[in-house]
């Protein structure tokens, strides 16, 4: 399976049919203007040394060699799949962690005192990478929350894949907005297995502002069904203004001025408190010790799972491929190759002879 470390920046791919597009034009509004002069015909014997091949062939070889730069610089990593081994289930001991991320338009914002500094949903991503990093016989899943909440990752014991989920995520994927905790967490019981013996625990990481339902009776159920809700607060008290790209920042349209969002960290940790878990600030530097630390506390059971062999980086064959191309395109274009000749590749004459 092919990932890509920087997905975003394949949308580069789309300039390829315009390049192309643009050349046509060229090509026929060339074409119009010698046909001012004369028949086509006539015009092409005057120019033997012009041929009608090599325009094409710089084009196909220039957008092949576009193509392969963005694919190079995309990162593509390749997932072998099983391991040759895998086909033995194996027997591990862990516990069951649903995380569940807010990806509120707030998130986008600063998660420091300064406009300019990480935005808190990136620095989520960080702490969320370095969890799953301590995580050995665990299994984790994901769920993403605004105004709504969707399970982008089922619980699996596949780290690689979890990585790959949460790399991908944004802002964009809940289509309303606000800060719906309460349903993230019913959804995330929903999504444990059924096996008893297995410790589990639900994380949250919010910046905690604008909740919409009630968070704090949901945390109390699912302690009631033995699973520890941990919150991992982002954002300070002071604020900071959501970013909506080229130096702008939301404004409230009643009022017409900034809004400032605000980490409600006061509610955050009634949410923990009722879930018997324990309450965190993401800007902390023993957060992660924290958070891992305390699911430590909770019962391992044992699960059956298979390994997965690690990503490879892919970019060097496309660095390779690129580097061919180019050659190729700097002998067959820019020299005139005598095998080539016989074919009337360069010229519109039999060996290029008038």
């Not at 196909?60 to 730069?69: E, F, P, R, T």
């Not at 968070?215 to 607060?233: L, N, P, Y």
């Not at 892919?314 to 080539?340: E, G, H």
Request: glycine share 8%; hydrophobic share 40%.
């Amino acid at each position: 399976m092919i990932s890509f470390a920087y997905p975003h920046l394949l949308y580069l791919l789309l300039l390829l049919p315009l390049v192309a597009a643009i050349f046509c034009w060229a090509r026929y509004s060339r074409r119009r203007k010698h046909a001012r002069y004369g028949r086509q015909e006539v015009i092409e014997n005057l120019m033997p040394e012009v041929s009608k091949y090599m325009p094409w062939v710089k084009m196909v070889l220039s957008l092949l060699v576009i193509a392969a730069l963005v694919l190079m610089i995309a990162r593509p990593r390749a997932t072998g799949g099983l391991e040759p081994d895998a086909s033995e289930t194996k027997t591990s001991r862990g516990i069951e962690v649903m995380v569940c991320l807010d990806v509120s338009n707030s998130m986008l914002a600063s998660s420091t005192d300064d406009d300019h500094g990480i935005s808190r949903l990136q620095r989520a991503k960080h702490i969320l990478e370095k969890l799953i990093d301590k995580m050995t016989n665990d299994k984790v899943g994901l769920i993403v929350f605004a105004g709504d909440a969707y399970t982008q990752l089922p619980i699996t014991s596949d780290y690689i894949s979890a990585k790959m989920f949460l790399n991908g995520i944004t802002t964009d994927m809940v289509p309303t907005q606000g800060t719906a905790i309460g349903t993230a967490l019913e959804m995330a019981m929903n999504s444990f297995t059924p096996n008893d013996d297995m410790g589990k625990a639900i994380v949250v990481i919010t910046d905690g502002e604008n909740f919409e339902d009630n968070a704090v009776e949901a945390a109390k159920r699912a302690a009631s069904a033995g699973v520890q809700v941990d919150v991992i607060g982002l954002g300070t008290s002071h604020g900071a203004r959501i970013p909506i790209g080229k130096g702008q920042y939301m404004i409230n349209p009643m009022t017409g001025e900034e809004v400032i969002t605000k980490h409600d960290e006061e509610t955050a940790t009634q949410i923990a408190k009722a879930g018997n878990g324990i309450y965190v600030n993401g800007g902390s530097n023993s957060a992660i010790n924290a958070i891992d630390e305390k699911m430590d506390e909770l019962e391992q059971g044992d699960f059956e799972r298979k390994s997965f062999s690690p990503q490879s980086e892919q970019f060097p064959i496309f660095a390779f491929i690129s580097l061919i191309l180019l050659v190729i395109y700097s002998v067959t274009v820019t020299r005139k190759i005598s095998w080539l000749k016989r074919y009337r590749f360069f010229t519109k004459e039999e060996g290029g002879n008038k």
